[in-house]
């Protein structure tokens, strides 16, 4: 039998026609697509102003340069994420603060954010897990406590006028979900969307800033200031330097250089205008079928897709196999795809990579992250995934599962 790839993105004449149509424009770079997907994805998420990149990995690197964050400075993230999200806090010179995660939704916990809090941190870095959102409401009342404001020590101008910890929401999973029936993007201080191809709206690779910065901030003048801080500091892009005689440009900072192109635009473009009433449609049949379907099975921990408050973007099925050790997961992983079908772990908990290790974080202070490890599996979600495929997956993962806790009783 064929095998069932995790997460390949969907990539239809559609998508081609707008390519090309970009490819025969004469514009390819940062241009006219990029500037409708920006307008395009502030009219979806609700906020005013969102900038296009070359990746989430830039977008979340860049606020945090933005906000001034420096050697000296902490950053609070889960343990449990992608290593994009510490890594830009080394990045700037500052010290990643990794704090462990809730069992039940696998978000950061914020009485471990609390807890982790010095006159040292700068910004809090959520990451709304597998596209469920975390707790904004819980978050936000943190940063602004009387005693959390009154640590916080302000270095820059810009530090002064927020007057706290920013809140830089890693929502690399969470297009569309909801929080409060809103859509993520306007709920922390800035969001930032990964359209990296595994990601539930690709562009091949991309990313996207949704600036919600309070007053008295102007997220328009921030916008306009991050178009040049992401194109080398240059007060002219190459748009408007194809205007006739236009040609003088000055170079107000040493900027960064992590622009989106209009080729990649185009492919956001049309992936966009199909996403809530197809894509997530889809995707969340698919979610709804695993966990109808594993729902029947005492040993299957099943994600939280949606509860009171929140909805998730589907991003990814986490299933948990409650007491398996991480060698007995490894083993259903391995017998699943002998069932040729595709399944992921997300994520190698951080203080388990080499770099981080070095770093002098240890596993054991993280025991939720480790558990939540150890016993995951991530199933394959995909626009064109069909009703026996989907019935593969779940007879593939049970007959796994069950012959793995056989050969342990
Ligand atoms: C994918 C991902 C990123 C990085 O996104 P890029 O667009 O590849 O830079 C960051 N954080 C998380 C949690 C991710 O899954």
């Not at 069932?4 to 993105?9: A, D, L």
């Not at 070359?54 to 889960?78: C, H, Q, Y």
């Amino acid at each position: 039998m064929a095998l069932i790839p995790f997460s390949p993105p969907r990539i239809d004449d559609e998508i081609i026609q707008e390519v090309t149509a970009a490819l025969k424009s004469g514009w390819i770079t940062t241009g006219p697509r990029t500037k409708q997907f920006e307008k395009e994805l502030s009219a979806y998420n609700g906020n005013e102003y969102t900038l296009c990149l070359n990746s989430a990995t830039a977008g979340l690197e860049i606020m945090l340069r933005w906000f001034g964050v420096k050697e000296g400075d902490e950053v609070i993230l889960p343990a449990y994420t992608y290593a994009a999200t510490a890594n830009v806090v080394v990045h700037c010179g500052a010290r990643p603060v990794l704090v462990d995660v809730n069992a039940s939704d696998f978000n950061i916990n914020v009485e471990n954010v609390k807890a982790a809090i010095t006159s040292k941190t700068k910004v809090i870095m959520p990451v709304d897990f597998g596209g469920l959102p975390c707790d904004y409401t819980a978050l936000m009342e943190v940063v602004n406590s009387g005693d959390v404001k009154s640590k916080f020590n302000a270095e820059t101008e810009i530090q002064k006028k927020l007057g706290r910890i920013m809140i830089l929401s890693d929502a690399a999973h969470s297009l569309g979900a909801t929080y409060h029936g809103k859509r993520t993007g306007i709920w922390a201080d800035a969001s930032v969307f990964s359209f990296h191809a595994v990601k539930n709206l690709t562009t091949a690779e991309g990313g996207a800033i949704a600036l919600m910065l309070p007053p008295p901030f102007s997220n328009e003048e921030i916008y306009k200031f991050l178009c040049i801080y992401t194109l080398h500091g240059q007060n002219k892009d190459a748009l408007a330097k194809m205007q006739k005689g236009n040609w003088k440009y000055d170079i107000i900072e040493a900027g960064f250089k992590c622009n989106m192109t209009d080729l990649v635009a185009a492919i956001g473009l049309i992936e966009l205008r199909r996403y809530n009433d197809d894509t997530l449609v889809v995707r969340k049949q698919v979610c709804d079928y695993y966990y109808d379907a594993l729902s029947a099975f005492d040993w299957a921990q099943l994600p939280i897709l949606r509860d009171e408050h929140r909805e998730s973007s589907y991003h990814l099925f986490p299933l948990r196999i409650k007491g398996v050790s991480e060698e007995q997961r490894d083993a259903i992983i391995q017998a699943i795809f002998d069932e040729d079908v595709s399944v992921n772990v997300h994520f190698i908990p951080l203080p388990q990579l080499s770099f981080y290790k070095k770093q002098g974080f240890n596993i054991d202070d993280y025991p939720v992250t480790y558990s939540n490890f150890a016993t995951e599996i991530s199933l394959p979600i995909f626009y064109d995934l069909t009703i026996e495929q989907k019935q593969r997956v779940v007879s593939a993962v049970v007959k796994a599962v069950e012959s793995v806790l056989v050969k342990a009783t």
